[in-house]
């Protein structure tokens, strides 16, 4: 069975750019989780996508999108970057999203400069 | 707002050392787990612990769930490189969901 796998792998982009990353979540998966890793924040939740609707939002700017396909895809979306939006993006996919196991993707390296 | 406090937050020991690594909270949490990351790479899921109490082993590595639901702790037992990486603790939001709080981290390095 593939895992999560996320593309692109590492992104440069500017200051004031947008930004789209997406999550291929383990097959039979419905839920998505969007993670964003920095050294001085550590491992924050952006949100939870489960059949195609957002389930729960962590606490990030308006700036943050996110969606989920029908084949339970997602995609989340950045807009008008900033510096600290550098950050290793990370998505997690589970079967039902209650409280069970989560399987992580590589995650995107996202540079802005 | 759910914390998790981890400490140390760097370890370099030398092989066949022992060392614990401490996950902390004032919350209550329905379960713990513990991950460990290595660079460029996702967390990967190594136990979760869901009585108070309980200890989990997994080989080296020994996981303890504090009696409150609070606190937990991971063991290893004579290091090795392969050891080497990021061990974060993570606790599900209250709120439901698959929504995880984790920990600060916790970075050890074993050395030759």
């Known amino acids: 069975k593939a895992g999560v796998t996320q593309t692109p792998r590492y992104l440069i982009k500017t200051r004031g750019q947008q930004v789209t990353l997406s999550c291929s979540p383990i097959s039979g998966h419905r839920s998505v989780s969007w993670y964003q890793q920095t050294p001085g924040q550590g491992l924050q939740f952006l949100f939870e996508y489960f059949s195609e609707t957002q389930r729960n939002k962590g606490n990030f700017p308006g700036r943050f999108s996110g969606r989920q396909f029908s084949n339970s895809r997602s995609e989340m979306n950045v807009s008008t970057l900033e510096l600290g939006d550098s950050a290793l993006y990370l998505c997690a996919s589970s079967f039902a999203g209650g409280e069970e196991t989560q399987y992580f993707g590589p995650g995107t390296r996202l540079l802005v400069l | 707002t759910q914390l998790l406090e981890q400490s140390p937050q760097f370890l370099s020991i030398q092989e066949g050392e022992n060392l614990t690594v401490y996950c902390n909270s004032s919350?209550?949490?329905?379960?713990l787990q513990w991950y460990r990351q290595e660079p460029g790479e996702g967390p990967v899921l190594l136990v979760t612990?869901?009585?108070?109490?309980e200890v989990k082993k997994l080989k080296r590595l020994t996981f303890q769930f504090g009696d409150a639901r609070k606190d937990s702790s991971l063991h290893i037992t004579a290091a090795q490189p392969g050891d080497t990486g990021l061990y974060l603790c993570?606790?599900?939001?209250?709120?439901?969901?698959?929504?995880?709080?984790f920990g600060t981290g916790t970075q050890l390095k074993v050395e030759l």
């Open positions: 993570a606790g599900p939001f209250t709120g439901g969901g698959n929504k995880l709080t």
């Open positions: 919350s209550v949490f329905s379960s």
């Open positions: 612990v869901v009585t108070g109490g």
